[in-house]
């Protein structure tokens, strides 16, 4: 993505949601009454898979690894715990490769006899996908800009063309940049305001720590320029002389620093600018919508600090826009000679002011659009006399068009029950960079309606669709039915279910269901099409979403109510959707799987504690389950960070209140499900030791003689692997391990 897009992902900030890596999309307008098998489309299964709802029996292979313990205890408030399996952290331990390798070659014992299945479910699933993709077109600064993925290719190549017409010019060659590398990622590229030069950032092992590239686009000459080990952000000075950049600190790869360099200067010479010394702060930038300033933002979830760069300026320094408070998060962009500025002072929800700019600082804040106690601004997309914002208002997503000269508002219709309209995450190509256009882009997206992007004149207030996502192979969307039911939570909380299944399947019973949840860091998990999980709809299984408390489904009251010490919500609504959807007839306990990751993943090991005869298996992926003592290291990536969300152990409340669910230190004696569970050797979010540890004490303690199964990619991080074909064989050993457990793989 971009540069001058980034501004969106810190206006918005729509980046902190970590396991949307997860392939999500999003909820639709619900409404009062709910939803149940009897007053929606029947959704039973066919009579053959009734016949396969008991679990095929799968005991623990003879080889599973037997970790060596070596105590380490660990003293707090007067609480000692003995860690015997800390010593996994240490990857220069031959002992942890080792280990690793062992569990690696255990999950190899159960997914190898199942290797034609899963090399069905993979050509199955890359079957769906065009064999080429290409963006919709986008222009900025006279250029008209396109990704485009060739035949079979896991990378894409970015060009560009001239508005006036003449030969296309390729600028990142995916493809070429990637050969040779097991993980490859580009974080940002950006082209110069001059046209003339462009630069990249690549990461190649999962570290997420990116090198720079810098290439002259009249001679094509990749300049000695280059700038190691940052964040990957860019943003060029107006005259494309310099570059701005982000350093992370080294240990706890916390983005932390802002740096100046001057093209054709080693980086030892690079000017910082400004270090955010506070460890709770990172820091993220990118260009206003005007591309006048370099936006800074010192960002906690109930904090911002913005300061301002004059681009124009190559001597400019780091000028405060408002001062932080906490709580008293706002957000900035910058159109015209006006701010706008997003703000929850007073407003947990948000509203909407605007600023003159004199001279780089604001003028006095005058109110727009006032705060709503039932809608949620979750972002905004600033046009010359027009305002787009995107609200959540009852679990539901709608996009509100205001006309500033006219002072008129309306909705934009996009229609379908339950789906999902976005302008502020996404597909690369919905991007709004031309301030003085009219026409908002966007994207829908359904669980049974492949993701468009459209064009909406908001003046003539007309929808144009440029493009629909194709689905090759057997595929029609009027198989595939969706609704939202609403679980009452244990207090009395409605929570927001969406489910989609094939409905011209018949049969009586309940069906196999996946449940699938998040809940933190007011990330919402929205629902909408997804190629990976349609082997699993076209095989009988409902998918399911819950819209956990945690999340922000529900507004910002909803992230609230589920963090720090009222985090045992999200788990405990999670537990009740579940209960809710055997108690209505939807599936069973013998066959609900369960799947989370990241913060998600916490959410997994909690509930498999909590109620481990719920689900018959649970997909736990690179899972944040060693609560407490990650907590306790402020050496470790992003803990500093993560105190607002789960608190900080020092505090002895917090310490023995996280305790409580952490997952690794309540693992008890009990009948564990199926479970299969993934880690990144490289992952800087979750550290490898973290599920490491949890599936070595499992082994010790669970009485359960299920499958145990535990995964770790040796050369990826926490997103996995990155080609855009590849990443679906992770997808495929998914699913062949749920009908495993299902017993749905034909096997004996």
Not at 72 to 85: I, N
Not at 398 to 421: Q, S, W
Not at 597 to 609: I, R
Request: hydrophobic share 35%; glycine share 8%.
């Amino acid at each position: 993505m971009a540069s001058w897009l980034n501004s969106k992902r810190i206006i918005f900030l729509s980046f902190m949601a970590f396991s949307m890596s997860l392939l999500l999309a999003a909820c639709s307008p619900a409404t009062d009454e709910q939803t149940t098998p009897e007053t929606a489309t029947e959704i039973t299964a066919e009579e053959t898979m009734t016949e396969t709802t008991e679990p095929t029996p799968a005991p623990e292979a003879s080889s599973a690894p037997d970790a060596e313990m070596r105590s380490h205890p660990m003293v707090a408030h007067g609480d000692t715990r003995d860690d015997v399996y800390y010593w996994m952290r240490d990857r220069e331990d031959p002992a942890v490769i080792e280990y690793l390798e062992a569990e690696n070659a255990h999950a190899a014992e159960f997914f190898d006899p199942l290797q034609d299945l899963k090399t069905e479910l993979f050509e199955e699933l890359v079957g769906h996908l065009s064999e080429t993709r290409e963006s919709v077109p986008y222009t900025r600064n006279g250029y008209v800009y396109t990704t485009r993925f060739a035949e079979g290719a896991d990378y894409s190549v970015i060009s560009r063309a001239s508005v006036g017409g003449g030969e296309e010019e390729v600028l990142i060659d995916g493809p070429a940049l990637a050969e040779g590398h097991e993980y490859f990622l580009i974080n940002d590229w950006d082209v110069a305001p001059s046209n003339t030069m462009l630069a990249y950032s690549i990461d190649t092992n999962g570290r997420e720590l990116y090198d720079i590239s810098i290439q002259d686009l009249t001679t094509g000459e990749v300049l000695p320029d280059r700038i190691e080990a940052t964040d990957g952000s860019i943003v060029w000075s107006s005259d494309g002389t310099a570059i701005y950049y982000l350093r992370n600190e080294e240990e706890t790869l916390r983005p932390y620093q802002l740096w100046r360099h001057v093209i054709g200067r080693p980086q030892s010479e690079d000017e910082m600018l400004y270090q955010e010394d506070d460890t709770e702060f990172l820091l993220f930038m990118g260009r206003s919508k005007s591309e006048s300033y370099l936006m800074l933002v010192s960002w906690l979830r109930t904090s911002t600090e913005y300061r301002l760069i004059d681009l124009d300026d190559a001597s400019a320094q780091p000028v405060i826009f408002e001062p932080r408070r906490d709580p008293h998060q706002y957000f900035v962009d910058h159109i015209g000679e006006t701010f706008i500025i997003r703000s929850d002072e007073g407003a947990i929800n948000f509203q909407i002011f605007t600023a003159e700019d004199q001279d780089g600082q604001p003028g006095g804040w005058e109110l727009l659009i006032p705060h709503r106690e039932d809608t949620l601004v979750e972002g905004i997309e600033a046009f010359d006399g027009y305002l787009a914002l995107e609200e959540r208002s009852g679990g539901s997503v709608n996009m509100h068009v205001y006309d500033l000269e006219a002072g008129t508002d309306h909705i934009i219709d996009v229609g379908g029950e339950v789906g999902h309209a976005t302008f502020t995450e996404g597909a690369s190509d919905v991007v709004n960079v031309d301030a003085t256009s009219t026409a908002l882009r966007f994207q829908y997206s359904s669980y049974n309606s492949p993701t468009a992007i459209y064009d909406y004149d908001m003046q003539a207030s007309t929808l144009t669709q440029l493009r629909q996502d194709e689905v090759r192979g057997e595929f029609d969307a009027a198989n595939y039915e969706t609704a939202r039911v609403w679980a009452p939570a244990r207090d009395g909380t409605l929570v927001p279910v969406t489910l989609a299944w094939r409905g011209d399947m018949g049969g009586d019973g309940p069906r196999p269901l996946m449940l699938r949840g998040y809940g933190a860091y007011g990330s919402s998990y929205d629902p909408g099409f997804t190629y990976a999980w349609l082997p699993l709809m076209d095989r009988g299984i409902i998918l399911a979403t819950a819209h956990i408390r945690g999340g922000q489904e529900m507004g910002r009251q909803w992230y609230f109510d589920g963090r720090l010490f009222d985090k045992i919500n999200t788990f405990t609504d999670f537990i009740d959707v579940g209960d809710y959807l055997v108690a209505e007839g939807w599936t069973t306990s013998e066959t609900m799987i369960a799947r989370g990751g990241s913060a998600g993943g916490l959410l997994m090991g909690a509930v498999a504690n909590m109620r481990p005869d719920l689900f018959e298996g649970i997909l736990n992926h690179v899972p944040f389950v060693d609560v407490v003592t990650t907590m306790s290291d402020a050496t470790i990536p992003l803990t500093t960070y993560e105190w607002v969300e789960w608190g900080n152990p020092e505090d002895e409340a917090y310490y023995h209140y996280m305790l409580s669910y952490s997952p690794y230190d309540q693992v008890a004696a009990l009948d564990y499900p199926h479970m299969f569970i993934t880690a990144g050797l490289n992952d800087p979010r979750v550290q490898y030791w973290e599920p490491a540890k949890y599936v070595a004490r499992l082994r010790d303690v669970s009485t359960s003689d299920n499958l145990l199964v535990f995964k770790t990619n040796m050369g990826s991080g926490h997103f996995g692997t990155t080609g855009r074909f590849s990443a679906y064989e992770d997808i495929a050993e998914e699913i062949v391990f749920m009908l495993s457990v299902l017993g749905m793989t034909g096997a004996e």
